[in-house]
């Protein structure tokens, strides 16, 4: 039968490898938007593609949303949401890998990151309903008091013991 200290610990673990499995994919994803080369080009073979193989005329209202999705994808909007992304991602990785390593600082950083993002997530979640952004919400807290009620009963190596 496992004791409560085992159960805690694997629950830290769970929590860890989240944590390393988002800050992994935002990585990815804020890498892609930042450094991808030849997007440009690429976008600009797919409205190609669009023209020549639907028959669409210039005035057509499909390849006038794909030129506005080209201008998005092109701007300096997109790097910035890249650049957040590769800074976030950061953070959740640092977060993971220190519980991970059952650091206490890590998971001190771990509790105040998660606990700033529950404001935003809430207005969100008031603005644009969704069970998924409820769902995340009701995760992030109670990963936080989780983490709390562990920090105030001493630190992972003690609770190890």
Do not use: C
Request: no cysteine; hydrophobic share 55%; charged share 20%.
């Amino acid at each position: 039968m496992s004791t409560p200290a085992t159960r805690q610990h694997i629950l830290l673990k769970l929590i860890a490898a989240e944590k390393i499995a988002k800050g992994l994919l935002l990585l990815g994803a804020g890498f892609g938007l930042v450094f991808l080369e030849r997007r440009e080009e690429w976008f600009q073979d797919v409205i190609v593609w669009v023209n020549d193989e639907l028959l669409l005329p210039h005035g057509n209202v499909i390849l006038f949303l794909l030129q506005k999705i080209e201008a998005f994808l092109l701007g300096t909007r997109l790097k910035a949401i890249g650049m957040l992304a590769l800074v976030y991602s950061a953070v959740l990785l640092t977060e993971g890998i220190g519980v991970w390593l059952e650091k206490r600082w890590a998971e001190w950083l771990m509790v105040i990151a998660t606990a700033s993002l529950v404001p935003l997530e809430a207005y969100h979640l008031v603005h644009r309903p969704s069970l998924v952004k409820l769902a995340l919400i009701a995760v992030n807290v109670a990963i936080v008091i989780y983490l709390i009620l562990v920090l105030r009963r001493g630190s992972t190596h003690t609770r190890r013991a």
